[in-house]
């Protein structure tokens, strides 16, 4: 099979929610590996990663993320999988795959990108009930996108303010309004600042 239908067959199969079935995964894992473009199989090998935390098979999940060549969608996993910990209560491994998430986004190029993870990974630690650390990570994050948001190329440019955007949503979500109303202000793009603004100040009004 060509790339594009090996990858059509894995997202099928994990539509149907087939991994409780060793052979199954192995197969799934199998045909990921043969994959030839590798920015298509690291993601899905991330994307089989995710669902097998989901089904709480974490020592396979890990063991797949450990494959994943490029460092955005091993991080991503590893993110996803700390995710899943945290929501059935087992924080203190949770944190650990989190350090590990963060150690895989220095090696990321685009700034954009490292933003984005740092931004799920700071909400991760929230989560935690370790705002501290959030909020530092936080900082990593808004410092890195506004930096992106000065290249060069439009187009990083404005993934840079779209994941400023994310960080404000994120912020507002988690009840820091004038930390994320003053993350929305500061956004290069006309667009994208005024839409997080609205949603920043829709969430004060709701507060309110």
């Not at 959030?134 to 779209?162: H, N, P, R």
Request: with cysteine; hydrophobic share 40%; net charge negative.
């Amino acid at each position: 099979m060509n790339d594009s239908r090996l990858i059509s067959h894995i997202e099928s199969l994990l539509r149907l929610n087939t991994l409780k079935d060793i052979k199954t995964i192995d197969n799934l894992i199998s045909f990921a590996s043969s994959i030839d473009d590798r920015e298509n199989r690291s993601l899905i090998m991330s994307k089989i990663a995710s669902s097998l935390a989901s089904e709480g098979n974490i020592d396979k999940a890990l063991e797949v993320t450990a494959s994943i060549e490029l460092s955005y969608e091993k991080s991503e996993s590893l993110q996803k999988i700390a995710n899943y910990l945290i929501s059935i209560g087992h924080r203190e491994k949770a944190l650990k795959i989190l350090q590990e998430a963060q150690k895989a986004i220095e090696q990321v190029d685009e700034l954009w990108q490292k933003a984005e993870l740092l931004n799920r990974i700071a909400y991760c630690y929230f989560q935690s009930c370790l705002p501290n650390q959030a909020f530092l990570i936080w900082e990593q994050a808004i410092y890195t996108a506004k930096f992106g948001e000065q290249s060069a190329s439009l187009q990083d440019s404005v993934d840079s303010s779209s994941v400023l955007r994310e960080i404000a949503e994120t912020l507002a979500l988690t009840n820091n309004l004038e930390k994320a109303l003053e993350v929305a202000e500061s956004i290069k793009s006309v667009g994208k600042r005024n839409d997080a603004i609205k949603y920043v100040k829709m969430k004060f009004s709701n507060r309110n």
